[in-house]
């Protein structure tokens, strides 16, 4: 069996920023020599054994990100194993939500939370609750009015990676 392929950056985000913000992102990254990988729809074929290989997430928030329940799952499975870890990092941003409304679950997302409600387990929704609080612990940025400006930001962030 051959060893699994080590992989910089995983995106995870909503069908609503992947042709946009995250193909920014994504070709400002590859540009810069990272491997990166972006799952926007159903996260279910995202393996746990696919995740290890990566060393940063990106967890892109929009008003869509909660409407699927597989990607607040492989989210809860990411910031339970790999937040604490110190060789993995983990950044959120916000594209057009507020930290808060990831928070709290308000707006968009209380929305999403109201429909999940009808159709998953109410420990189900508190996990998916605790884990949104414990993403928008880390430092993350917010692009809501400068989206173009991507291309520096990764610049930045990722001279230290």
């Known amino acids: 069996m051959s060893e699994p392929k080590i992989r910089d950056v995983l995106i995870s985000c909503a069908e609503d920023t992947h042709q946009g913000f995250v193909g920014h992102l994504f070709k400002s990254l590859t540009d810069l020599g990272f491997s ?50 110190e060789d993995r990092r983990i950044f959120p941003f916000f594209f057009e939500v507020e930290p808060n409304h990831v928070r709290f679950q308000s707006g968009s997302f209380e929305i999403a939370f109201d429909s999940h409600a ?41 001279s230290s990676v």
Not at 52 to 58: K, L, P, Q, S
Not at 71 to 85: F, M, P, S
Not at 123 to 150: A, M
């Open 36 to 85: 990166v990988k972006v799952v926007s729809g159903d996260h279910r074929d995202l393996k746990e054994e696919e995740i290890e290989c990566f060393r940063v997430f990106i967890i892109v928030f929009s008003h869509h990100y909660a409407t699927s329940s597989s990607r607040l799952d492989k989210l809860t499975e990411i910031i339970n194993k790999y937040g604490a870890a």
């Open 118 to 158: 009808n159709r998953v387990e109410s420990e189900c929704l508190q996990r998916w609750k605790i884990t949104l609080k414990k993403v928008t612990d880390f430092s993350g940025w917010s692009f809501n009015r400068y989206p173009h400006l991507t291309i520096f930001f990764c610049l930045f962030l990722f």
